[in-house]
């Protein structure tokens, strides 16, 4: 469910569920398009010579996906900023699962701040964060 | 009594939380805890004042510390200022056998955190530099915990017969209360806590959700 303003949204309201497209054609797309091409984003095999447990989902993909995910609950909301704290790899080709839920509120200015949360298959957290937005009256 | 015992605030540098924001959180989603230790990393918080949230939502906020050592991070539970001049709080290669003699020193309760994890937990480096002394307590629920970290945590606890103590390890507000500690009796404040755990009647608790 979206929402179009500040005044539908209540402390503890829960975004809906967002699965991303961490696959590697999906990644191999976008460090095209950011000139993030290397091989440690797009061969799981150069990844793991690297020490990495694969090819990894760029931190600034990431990132573009938890503010798609705020876009597609609030699509007029303006992102003000999404914090990111990386605690493990997200891995290409592996599902993860991004929640995010309203922490505080401010009706005065419209702004929003949001807990997101990067889980994987086994719902450990890889990268979690707070983004603020700002959302119409 | 039910207290989460690991938790940061925007203080720590990883922390998002604001701490109001704790306190709304854990009564709008009616959490089963009744209060939470805020644990910053490398420091103790001596400028903030919770008392007046803390009456305002009915809750036991207390603080502690979150330092480095070789053997990991390790929770410092009833510090007072004479500790923190004990040893640089800030330091991240703290010797484990110093936070813990001066913690006892001073009337705290040094408790390894997630010792389970590589390298900032405790079981990674008892092949190393062998099982150290004094250790009575560990973390054996955190909320931040990976695959088999919790296990280990367990499995190292009951070879070692350490207490075991359950803490969210939250750094953003929806985080917290994932783990707790349950003590038989009242804790009203730092001193009391440091007395609780020395006393040994607590139990490690976990409200994570099972994947």
Request: aromatic letters at 8%.
């Amino acid at each position: 469910m979206s929402v179009n303003g500040i005044t539908d949204v209540e402390f503890g309201d829960t975004l809906p569920v967002f699965d991303p497209d961490t696959s590697l054609a999906n990644v191999a797309r976008f460090v095209e398009a950011a000139h993030w091409n290397a091989p440690r984003f797009t061969d799981h095999e150069a990844a793991r010579a690297e020490g990495l447990p694969g090819a990894l989902v760029p931190g600034i993909m990431s990132q573009g996906f938890l503010a798609a995910m705020i876009h597609r609950w609030a699509p007029k909301a303006e992102i003000l900023y999404v914090d990111t704290v990386f605690r493990a790899p997200v891995v290409v080709d592996q599902p993860c699962h991004i929640n995010g839920v309203v922490t505080d509120l401010d009706e005065a200015t419209g702004e929003v701040e949001i807990d997101l949360t990067v889980t994987n298959e086994a719902g450990e957290t890889r990268v979690f964060g707070t983004a603020r937005a700002r959302l119409p009256n | 009594m039910i207290l989460d015992l690991h938790t940061h605030s925007v203080v720590s540098d990883d922390g998002r939380a604001k701490v109001p924001n704790y306190c709304q959180w854990i009564r709008a989603r009616e959490l089963p805890i009744e209060g939470f230790v805020l644990t910053e990393h490398r420091q103790f918080d001596f400028a903030s004042d919770y008392s007046a949230l803390a009456r305002q939502f009915g809750l036991t906020i207390l603080k502690a510390s979150e330092v480095e050592t070789e053997y990991g991070h390790v929770l410092v539970f009833g510090v007072t200022e004479t500790l923190t001049q004990a040893f640089d709080f800030a330091d991240i290669h703290l010797p484990l056998a110093q936070v813990i003699e001066e913690s006892e020193r001073h009337g705290a309760v040094p408790v390894p955190c997630h010792p389970g994890r590589k390298r900032v937990g405790m079981a990674a480096h008892i092949d190393a530099l062998g099982v150290p002394e004094g250790v009575r307590i560990v973390e054996v629920f955190n909320g931040g915990s990976r695959g088999e970290e919790d296990r280990i945590a367990a499995a190292m606890a009951d070879e070692q017969n350490y207490r075991g103590i359950g803490g969210s390890d939250a750094h953003i507000v929806s985080h917290i209360g994932r783990c707790a500690t349950r003590f038989d009796g009242a804790v009203g404040s730092e001193g009391e806590l440091a007395e609780a755990l020395r006393g040994g009647d607590f139990e490690a608790l976990s409200y994570r959700e099972q994947a």
